[in-house]
T-cell receptor, first 114, second 109 residues
Framework: IAGITQAPTSQILAAGRRMTLRCTQD?????MYWYRQDLGLGLRLIHY???????GKGEVPDGYSVSRANTDDFPLTLASAVPSQTSVYFC?????????????FGPGTRLTVL | GQNIDQPTEMTATEGAIVQINCTYQ??????LFWYQQHAGEAPTFLSY??LDGLEEKGRFSSFLSRSKGYSYLLLKELQMKDSASYLC??????????WGAGTKLIIKP
């Protein structure tokens, strides 16, 4: 693994089903993030984690949950999917050091809820 | 509220120069980022400004004026591969990134 991986690449899901999007990074970054990206809108933060064992809510957390059991993994769960959760989901990480502390992004998961 | 504004779409010619503007109103300021995103791909980091002035990195430069809440990304010697969306983001007082909707740049031969 090099960088951040996400799985699945894409998924079509029936409304009401439970779904977990996986995210794994091998850069030993402390902070991880989940965003959704919708046409015409900027990336919106769903949840974040500044370090293993801690999580926080972003701008649009409703309907989503996360966990951060270790440094590498940061899964995002939709407990009961709804059509408005159709989006492209990006996981990102940053190491918290240096002046810029830029975020590195995974390749994304394209989710369609019918 | 927090707001990042950038043009929706711009068109430029191969070999030319283009400037993409970004204005922001956020609760606090801890740096401004520019990312490039090709269609169907993840955003990738281009530049970071935290102090006023110009940061140059090869064909790309980014400018910041904190007093005006303004930044621009300057792309020189445009190449077809520069066709992408360019995302402006500001790190706010909570150290979270607030993102603009992105500017789709179309390069014509």
């Amino acid at each position: 693994i090099a960088g951040i991986t996400q799985a699945p690449t894409s998924q079509i899901l029936a409304a009401g089903r439970r779904m977990t999007l996986r995210c794994t990074q091998d850069m030993r970054h402390n902070a991880m993030y989940w965003y959704r990206q919708d046409l015409g809108l900027g990336l919106r933060l769903i949840h974040y984690s500044n370090t293993a064992g801690t999580t926080g809510k972003g701008e649009v957390p409703d309907g989503y949950s996360v966990s951060r059991a270790n440094t590498d993994d940061f899964p995002l769960t939709l407990a009961s999917a709804v059509p408005s959760q159709t989006s492209v989901y990006f996981c990102a990480s940053s190491d918290g050091s240096g002046s810029s502390n830029e975020q590195f992004f995974g390749p994304g998961t394209r989710l369609t809820v019918l | 509220g927090q707001n990042i504004d950038q043009p929706t779409e711009m068109t430029a010619t191969e070999g030319a120069i283009v400037q993409i503007n970004c204005t922001y109103q956020t609760s606090g300021f801890n740096g401004l980022f520019w990312y490039q995103q090709h269609a169907g791909e993840a955003p990738t980091f281009l530049s970071y400004n935290v102090l006023d002035g110009l940061e140059e990195k090869g064909r790309f430069s980014s400018f910041l004026s904190r007093s005006k809440g303004y930044s621009y990304l300057l792309l020189k010697e445009l190449q077809m591969k520069d066709s992408a969306s360019y995302l402006c983001a500001v790190r706010d007082s909570n150290y979270q990134l607030i993102w603009g909707a992105g500017t789709k740049l179309i390069i014509k031969p």
